[in-house]
């Protein structure tokens, strides 16, 4: 085996590395927002503002995640 065919190996490896570690990070965030949920309603009354108002930051979130992941792929492959 040559060192190119080494150096090749290694390198295809690692792509499986962080891609296991950017699907565990996803979990784990949209984990956390969907459990979050039942404090809502604790939230509406801290901050005095509407539903919409206090669950915009789950959707920006989520934008962001979608974004970032999408960025990941193409780096990836």
Do not use: N, Q
């Not at 979050?36 to 901050?47: A, K, T």
């Not at 970032?68 to 492959?77: A, P, Q």
């Amino acid at each position: 085996m040559s060192a190119a065919d080494l150096s090749h190996d290694l390198e295809g490896s690692w792509k499986w590395f962080v891609m296991v570690g950017a699907f565990c990070t996803r979990a784990l965030g949209v984990g956390v927002m969907y459990s979050s949920g039942p404090f809502i309603d604790e939230w509406l009354d801290y901050f005095d503002r509407s539903v919409a108002t206090t669950t915009w930051i789950f959707s920006l979130a989520t934008l962001v995640m979608a974004c970032v992941c999408e960025f990941h792929f193409f780096l990836l492959f």
